[in-house]
């Protein structure tokens, strides 16, 4: 499955210490030149190491995501994510943003974000119940921009799987 990644979902997950869940799930991640150039300046090894591993960078037209992004309202970083996502076909898009995960949504992509990834990584074994629950209540304390009744809802999805 082709999977392409905005900025938040991979800071996110990095802030956490749980990047590497991504390469456990899906091998290979797909983000444009644009969003790399977005987040490389932050002093993070975790993503440094992920760039020279399973983060793979693709170059995108910019007139197609400036397109993209006044058609859809969105950011042109944003943008650029979903014209490589159809460039490359994937079937999944990563972001936690509402009206990206609506765009992407219309277009025809699976959508998930940091949250969906940490249900996942619990279904498929990578990480226990009790450790997902831990990582939404960090979401919960630290600067991760995700409303505090959306992860409430995700302890309670863990209690689900």
Do not use: C, W
């Not at 749980?18 to 799930?25: D, F, M």
């Not at 998930?112 to 990582?135: C, H, P, Q, R």
Request: glycine share 4%; hydrophobic share 45%.
């Amino acid at each position: 499955m082709r999977v392409v990644s905005d900025a938040d979902v991979l800071i996110h997950l990095s802030k956490l210490g749980k990047l590497s869940l991504l390469q456990s799930l899906y091998k290979e991640v797909a983000l444009p030149e644009h969003v790399k150039a977005e987040i490389i300046i932050k002093e993070d090894s975790e993503l440094h190491k992920a760039f020279n591993s399973f983060l793979k960078v693709f170059e995108t037209s910019k007139d197609k995501a400036d397109d993209i992004a006044k058609r859809h309202h969105i950011h042109v970083g944003e943008a650029h994510v979903k014209a490589l996502g159809e460039k490359l076909n994937a079937a999944l898009f990563l972001s936690n943003e509402r009206k990206v995960r609506k765009a992407a949504k219309e277009e025809g992509f699976i959508i998930s974000g940091t949250i969906g990834i940490i249900l996942k990584a619990v279904k498929d074994g990578l990480i226990n119940k009790a450790e997902a629950k831990s990582l939404f209540e960090k979401m919960k304390t630290k600067d991760f921009r995700i409303h505090p009744d959306i992860l409430q809802k995700a302890i309670e999805a863990i209690k689900e799987i």
